[in-house]
């Protein structure tokens, strides 16, 4: 399984994110708008991933989504703010996925079926799924997502529309850090559950980057803290509405 994209909630609108970021000389665009879930969206796409800095666009809309990744942003910008929030995981048979889930034990919100408006006014559908849990302060599980299109014709059509451009295609996200309280328990279900590759005592490995789990050393909420960038040309750290990118 493929990282596909990791969940920043921002209080920006996505035009200022995309500014902010084209500052820096990374190529962002504004994605779109959820309107079902009253949010819309930036985006930063690297050749296997990308980075979403999700946004409330319609309050009363999003309070009243009860979606799960809505739910979890709400929280945590009513909590603590901005940050990263979750990560999502790219499969290829949602279906399959979510039956071996259930065959574990585990209670899922079976596949969900979503879609978002871009900019030029393309309809871009996928289906979710997600496990079951109260939103806390407690790291979430990750999500799962499955494209109505291939990854190839969904990356041909994103640089036809100006989405991608040959800067993004060089920036890989290797790693992802968490910050939790007991590492070798969060390791140990994640791997259980979701057949991943232990590969030291504080990595998991997906096909295009590691997941890492660090005990936090102070009494926080759980939650992704950081991740690394290869292949861009800022070599430097930068905090991000409460969050961290490492450029390698």
Known sequence: MYLDHIVHSVTKEP??????WMENEVHTVVGGQHTQWGTYNALLYTKT????????ERQE?????????INLM???LKTSGAGFNTICIRTTNIAHLSNQLMDQGIKTSGVLHAE??????????????????EVSNALPFPFFIEWEESDEARYHSLQEDGTINASNLKLSIT??????RDPREVMNKWKNYFQLIK??????LLENTRLIFKQSKIETKERLAS???DGSNLHEEITYEQATYRFL
């Open 74 to 76: 709400l929280h945590d």
């Open 227 to 229: 991740i690394d960038i």
């Open 15 to 20: 035009l200022e994110v995309a500014k902010d």
């Open 49 to 56: 991933s990308y980075i979403e800095w999700l946004s409330v």
């Open 116 to 133: 978002r408006k871009t900019t030029s006014g393309l309809i871009r559908k996928w289906k979710m799924l997600f496990i079951h849990e």
């Open 175 to 180: 790693a992802c850090e968490f910050h939790v």
């Open 199 to 204: 590969y030291d005592e504080q990595t998991l």
């Open 61 to 69: 809309v999003a309070n009243n989504a009860d979606h799960p990744l």
